[in-house]
C-alpha cells in the first residue's frame, strides 16, 4: 500500500526557511494526480497551502503564502517538496503532504495522507 511520508518539518525563526519533502513508499502514487500540502493550526481547519499537477505546469498557491512558498515535484523519485521562505509565527501548523485530484484537494478529500510534520516559528 502507498504511504505517503513526510520530513523536514522543526523550529525556525520568523523570516527563516524549511525545505519540507515527502515521499511515496510501496509503490507510486496511481493516476497522475496532483500532489498538494495541507497545514492544520490547533484549533483551525485544516488548509490547502500548496498543490501542484502531475507535470508541474499547473500549480495552486493559498493567498496566505503566495510570493513565500514555492511548490515541486519529480516524478521520478516519487516526491514532492515545499519551500518556505519568509516563514510568520503563523505559519507553524502541523503540515500534511496528500495525492488526489484538484477539484478533491480544494474540499479538504484525498486518497493518499502522509502523517504531518509539525512546523514551529518562533517570533
Known amino acids: 500500500q502507498v504511504q505517503l511520508v513526510e520530513s523536514g518539518g522543526g523550529l525556525v525563526q520568523a523570516g527563516g526557511s524549511l525545505r519540507l519533502s515527502c515521499a511515496a513508499s510501496?509503490?507510486?502514487?496511481?493516476?497522475?494526480?496532483?500532489m498538494g500540502w495541507f497545514r492544520q493550526a490547533p484549533g483551525k481547519e485544516r488548509q490547502l497551502v500548496a498543490a501542484?499537477?502531475?507535470?508541474?505546469?499547473?500549480?495552486y498557491v493559498a493567498n496566505s503564502v503566495k510570493g513565500r512558498f514555492t511548490i515541486s515535484r519529480d516524478n521520478a523519485k516519487n516526491t514532492v517538496s515545499l519551500q518556505m521562505n519568509s516563514l510568520k509565527p503563523e505559519d507553524g501548523a502541523v503540515y500534511y503532504c496528500?495525492?488526489?485530484?484538484?477539484?478533491?484537494?480544494?474540499?479538504?478529500?484525498?486518497?493518499?495522507w502522509g502523517q504531518g510534520t509539525q512546523v514551529t516559528v518562533s517570533s
Open positions: 496528500a495525492a488526489d485530484d484538484f477539484s478533491r484537494l480544494r474540499t479538504g478529500v484525498s486518497d493518499y
Open positions: 510501496g509503490g507510486t502514487v496511481s493516476g497522475r494526480r496532483w
Open positions: 501542484i499537477s502531475w507535470t508541474g505546469f499547473s500549480t
